[in-house]
């Protein structure tokens, strides 16, 4: 079965640019949430969507947004891109909306700004 | 709120050694806590879960914890390095505010020497 996926898997942008990352999730799976992680950090939580509708979101400025469509695939949308937004972006599914404790992981798309 | 702190940003061991990465929690409730393990360029593994059944658990790959409340702990051990081990570890935290994410420490590089 295949895993969570991530596209692109790297990908530089310039300051003030507009991002878009795509994650797929397990196959029965509806619930996605994203994740940021800056170098020499842990990750960071900043939505979780499930049935398409947000369920969570961390403490990110709305520059950030996502979205989850039927087939339960997510977007991340990052608007006027900072250089801070430099990260590793995580995906991660599980069955069940409350299902943290079910996560799977995705590879991450390595997102730099310069 | 809940938080995870992991004591040591580099752990170094030689092959053969036991293996200690420090975990400690803050949590108002009874906590759900993890440990992931990340490789150079790639997402986080779950290396073992507690979710208030057996304060022992074991994981994948070797690895064990041993949850204690009185010391609000979730050390992660391993009796015998690989060098495969070498990889940045993760402890987590699980909090439930309507839906469920996860808190992260910062945490630790494992090196192994031959």
């Known amino acids: 079965d295949a895993g969570v996926t991530q596209s692109p898997t790297h990908l530089i942008k310039t300051r003030g640019q507009h991002v878009t990352l795509r994650c797929s999730p397990i196959?029965?799976?509806?619930?996605v949430s994203w994740y940021q992680q800056v170098l020499g950090q842990g990750p960071q939580f900043i939505f979780q969507?499930?049935?398409?509708?947000?369920?969570g979101r961390g403490n990110f400025p709305d520059r950030f947004s996502a979205r989850q469509f039927p087939n339960y695939s997510s977007e991340l949308n990052v608007n006027a891109l900072l250089l801070g937004d430099s990260a590793l972006y995580l995906c991660?599914?599980?069955?069940?909306?409350?299902?943290?404790?079910?996560?799977?992981f995705g590879s991450g798309t390595r997102l730099t700004v310069v | 709120a809940q938080s995870v702190t992991q004591l040591g940003s580099h752990v170094s061991v030689s092959e053969g050694a036991l293996v200690l990465l420090r975990c400690n929690y803050s949590?108002?409730?009874?906590?759900?806590l993890f440990w992931y393990v990340q490789y150079p360029n790639q997402g986080l593994q779950l290396l073992l879960k507690?979710?208030?059944?057996?304060?022992l658990v074991k994981g994948i790959n070797g690895f064990e914890a041993e949850f204690k409340k009185s010391e609000t702990s979730f050390h992660l051990t391993k009796p015998s390095a690989h060098m495969s081990d070498a990889a940045e570890y993760f402890c987590?935290?699980?909090?439930?505010?309507?839906?469920?994410?996860?808190?992260f420490g910062t945490g630790t590089r494992l090196l192994v020497s031959p």
């Open positions: 991660a599914s599980s069955y069940e909306g409350r299902g943290a404790y079910g996560y799977t």
């Open positions: 196959s029965g799976h509806k619930s």
């Open positions: 969507y499930y049935e398409k509708e947000e369920r």
């Open positions: 949590s108002s409730v009874p906590p759900y």
């Open positions: 507690y979710t208030s059944a057996a304060t």
């Open positions: 987590a935290v699980g909090m439930n505010t309507g839906f469920q994410k996860l808190v």
